[in-house]
C-alpha cells in the first residue's frame, strides 16, 4: 500500500497520544506514524502493547528538545505532517516542579517548530492546508465564574505554571504561522478521561484508590467545574483538525459535558459498587472520600463552547459522559496488570508526597 502521509506523532507513549497512535493504524492504514518519545514518568511503552514496528509504524526514543535529532528525523523520515502532544502534563507537578515545564513545553515545542520551517520552509515546500498540529488546552483561558463559556476569541490568562507554558507554546506556535507561514493549527481540548491514563489523573486515581481502599482526595470543597470529553472523541477531533482544518485557526474541543469534581468522583465509586459489589467493608466506595487542602491558584470553572469546530468541520463529541465513564471502568477492571505496572516506585514516591 502507497504510503499517503507521513506523520510524526510526539508523546505518543503518553495517555492521548497513545490512543491516537492506535486509532490512526486502524482507521489509516496508509499513513506511517513515527512515533517520538522520550519515556517520562508518564510515558509508557506498554501503553502501545500489541503494535509491531514496521511500514507503517515506527517507534523513536528521544526528546524534542534535541533540535538536532528532530532535524535529522525530520529529513531521515520525509516527515510532512505533525501531530504534537509530547508535553509535561500534570498541574500539581508544575506547582511543585515547574521548570521541566519550561523545558518541554516552550523549549521543546520551539524546537519541533524549528526543524519543521528548516526542513519544510527551506526545502520550498509548500503547504495549503495544516500539517503542524499542536495540541493543547482549555486551560490557557483562565478560570471562569458560575456563566460563560471558552471561545477561540477568549483571551488567554493562564494561572498555572503548567497552563502558562501550554500558553506560550500556543502563541510560539501562532507566531511561525504568521512570521513564516509554517503551516499549523491548535486545538484546545477539555479534560480528556478513557483508557492508558496515568493514575494521577482524577478518574485513573479515583479507581486505583478505591479498589485499594485507600481514600480518595479532593481539593477545596470539590465544587470546581470541569468539561470532560472521551479520548477517543478528542482523537477523532484531531484527525478532522489536521485533515480538513485551516492554517494558523485554533479550534476549541469539547465534550458538552460540564461537572463538579465531587460529582465526578460518586459517579465512578457508584459504578464500581454496582459493577463488583461493595468492597469488604461493606461500605460504598464514596465513603473514602476525603477532602484536601486546596490546590494554589485553582481554577473554579472551565466550559468550552464547541460550536465553531462543529460548523466549521462537523465534528461533535460521540461518547456520552456515562457512556464514557462506563467504558473507562469497564477498561481499568479488564487492564488491572496495567494499573500495576505503570505504578512504579518514582510515581509512588511523588504519590507519597502530595498526599
Ligand atoms: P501525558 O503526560 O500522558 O503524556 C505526555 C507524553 O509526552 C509522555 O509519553 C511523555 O513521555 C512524553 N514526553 C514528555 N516530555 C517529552 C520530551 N521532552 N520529549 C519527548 N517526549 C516527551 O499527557 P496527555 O494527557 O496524553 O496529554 C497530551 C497532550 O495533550 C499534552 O500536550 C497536553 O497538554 C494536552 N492536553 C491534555 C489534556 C488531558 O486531559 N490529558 C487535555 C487537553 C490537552
Not at 502558562?164 to 512570521?179: E, I, M, P, R
Request: hydrophobic fraction near 35%.
Amino acid at each position: 500500500m502507497e504510503t499517503s502521509r507521513r506523520i510524526l506523532v510526539t508523546g505518543g507513549c503518553g495517555f492521548i497520544g497513545a490512543n491516537f497512535v492506535r486509532l490512526i493504524l486502524e482507521y489509516y492504514p496508509e499513513w506511517r506514524v513515527v512515533n517520538l518519545d522520550k519515556l517520562t514518568y508518564a510515558g509508557n511503552l506498554e501503553n502501545l502493547k500489541g503494535i509491531e514496528e514496521g511500514d507503517q509504524y515506527r517507534f523513536v526514543k528521544a526528546d524534542i528538545c534535541d533540535v538536532q535529532a528532530m532535524e535529522e528525523l525530520f529529513a531521515e523520515e520525509q516527515i510532512d505532517s505533525v501531530v504534537h502532544f509530547a508535553a509535561e502534563s500534570h498541574v500539581d507537578r508544575s506547582i511543585t516542579g515547574p521548570a521541566d515545564f519550561i523545558q518541554t513545553n516552550i523549549v521543546g515545542t520551539f524546537s519541533l517548530l524549528e526543524a519543521a520551517r528548516k526542513t519544510w520552509l527551506e526545502g520550498k515546500w509548500e503547504a495549503n492546508a495544516p500539517r503542524f498540529l499542536h495540541v493543547s488546552t482549555d486551560e490557557v483561558y483562565g478560570s471562569l465564574g458560575d456563566s460563560g463559556m471558552f471561545t477561540e476569541a477568549t483571551p488567554f490568562d493562564p494561572r498555572s505554571p503548567y497552563s502558562a507554558s501550554k500558553a506560550s507554546s500556543d502563541h510560539l506556535v501562532n507566531a511561525y504561522f504568521h512570521t513564516y507561514g509554517l503551516p499549523v493549527v491548535i486545538t484546545n481540548c477539555s479534560n480528556n478521561y478513557g483508557p492508558y491514563q496515568f493514575p494521577e489523573k482524577l478518574i485513573p486515581l479515583v479507581f486505583h484508590n478505591s479498589m485499594t481502599g485507600k481514600t480518595l482526595p479532593i481539593y477545596g470543597d470539590g465544587k470546581y467545574v470541569r468539561d470532560w470529553l472521551y479520548v477517543k472523541d478528542h482523537c477523532e477531533a484531531i484527525v478532522e483538525v489536521l485533515v480538513k482544518g485551516k492554517n494558523g485557526q485554533s479550534y476549541n474541543i469539547g465534550g458538552n459535558n460540564e461537572k463538579q469534581n465531587l460529582e465526578v468522583v460518586t459517579l465512578i465509586c457508584d459504578t464500581l459498587d454496582k459493577k463488583i459489589g461493595l468492597p469488604e467493608s461493606g461500605q460504598p466506595r464514596r465513603n473514602l472520600i476525603t477532602f484536601v487542602k486546596d490546590r494554589p491558584g485553582h481554577d473554579r470553572r472551565y466550559a468550552i463552547d464547541a460550536s465553531f469546530i462543529k460548523e466549521q468541520l462537523g465534528w461533535e463529541p460521540r461518547v456520552t459522559f456515562e457512556e464514557g465513564v462506563e467504558k473507562t471502568v469497564d477498561w481499568y477492571l479488564d487492564n488491572q496488570e496495567w494499573v500495576s505496572s505503570v505504578i512504579d516506585g518514582s510515581y509512588q514516591k511523588y504519590y507519597e508526597k502530595m498526599y
